[in-house]
């Protein structure tokens, strides 16, 4: 899987719509999927100048790529203003820029573009700016402001923070001291897996807790599949176990099986709906999912037609869109899976 940014769940309306936060990875068939959309509220409610948005990501190698693209279309399917312009898929950096170069060649009013790589597209972005059409810059972030409008991705740091303080919390209402505490990352020289691994440090140190064996996947139901077998067999106990993506879990669940493991909580990351399923069951140690939520695409639409119509959103006091929008992770339990089941997207 390529850099999710590469993958929180924050659900309400903001003017744009309701704005999700979620993570997620791979698979890689491109899996049927939840599409979401909201309808924009208020002011924004009212068709505005007619829009024509272009959107580029990379191919749908994995379940949330998949989402992402087909909450983009949904989203602009509500609106009677906007023509969506999506070019082919891609995961070959050169044809994407060459996909999108057409799209700035026929002038359209904005583009929201998810790189394979931000750095690589950052020139693309600046070569977009300079033509006078407004970037919303999807997740995965150019290196520089220049190259967007705006900026709108989930927060991979918060991911981890969310994951270890719902693990401290369960591990100290449970009166376990010196716990043993696992973590499957995913692609380790990352800078999304980075982030996500010091924040699960972070908080857990806020409890006194400190992360034990630790081993890194690829992203994969393979991979993660056999990173867990490695780890369940170096670590004869274990208290709880963080795995970095929902993708990779299903390989981490048939792991622990295999093994006939049961005797420590573990939380996911992503929102698949198969995780949420697994956790509204309560029939496997999968107790917890931490969100990144490809709806993100949809608000990422939704930010492109008010730009691109000089509109700011419809609860700010501000009469422009910001400049970027960080995404809120949440933390799905058994309590609230039926709130989130449904914006869930199929591995």
């Known amino acids: 899987m390529s850099d999710h940014s590469r993958r929180g769940f924050l659900s309400g309306a903001i003017g744009i719509g309701a704005v999700a936060a979620l993570t997620a990875c791979t698979s890689n068939a491109a899996p049927a999927n939840n599409a ?9 409610a009212e068709p505005g100048k007619p829009v024509t948005i272009g959107f580029s990501c990379p191919a749908a190698d994995h379940g949330w790529i998949a989402a992402v693209a087909a909450n983009a279309r949904n989203q602009a399917g509500l609106y009677p203003d906007v023509t969506f312009e999506a070019v082919n898929p891609t995961t070959d950096i050169t044809q994407q820029i060459a996909a999108v170069d057409t799209l700035i060649t026929k002038k359209v009013s904005a583009l929201v573009i998810l790189p394979n790589d931000g750095s690589q597209l950052t020139a693309l972005g600046r070569k977009a700016m300079a ?7 999807l997740d ?14 989930g927060d991979n740091y918060g991911m981890g923070v969310a994951a270890g303080t719902h693990i401290g919390e ?15 990352a995913g692609i380790d020289n990352l800078p999304l897996t980075q982030a996500r691994s010091k924040g699960f440090a972070d908080a857990l140190s806020s409890y006194g807790f400190s992360v034990g ?65 697994a956790i509204k069951a309560d029939n496997t140690v999968l107790k917890a ?9 949809s608000s990422a639409v939704a930010l492109a037609r008010l730009v691109a119509q000089n509109r700011g959103m419809g609860d700010l006091v501000e009469k422009e869109v910001p400049t ?3 995404l809120a992770s949440a933390t799905i339990t058994k309590d609230n899976v039926d709130t989130y089941l449904p914006l869930g997207f199929e591995s």
Do not use: C
């Not at 867990?228 to 792991?255: E, F, S």
């Open 324 to 326: 970027s929008l960080t």
């Open 213 to 277: 064996p630790r081993q890194a996947a690829d992203f994969t139901a393979q991979g993660g599949q056999r990173v867990a077998a490695n780890l369940l067999q170096a670590a004869p106990r274990l208290d709880a176990l963080w795995n970095h993506d929902d993708d990779q879990g299903i390989g981490v669940l048939a792991a622990i099986q295999q093994a006939g493991r049961g005797e420590f909580l573990m939380v996911g990351g992503a929102g698949s709906a198969n995780a949420m399923r």
């Open 170 to 184: 369960q591990l100290k209402a449970k009166g376990v001291s010196n716990p043993v505490i696992g973590e499957i």
């Open 289 to 297: 999912t931490v969100t990144y939520s490809p709806s993100m695409a």
């Open 131 to 137: 033509a006078g059409i407004p970037v919303i810059n």
């Open 140 to 153: 995965r972030v150019f290196d520089s402001p220049l190259a967007y409008r705006t900026w709108i991705g």
């Open 36 to 44: 979401t959309g909201a309808a924009p509220a208020g002011d924004n």
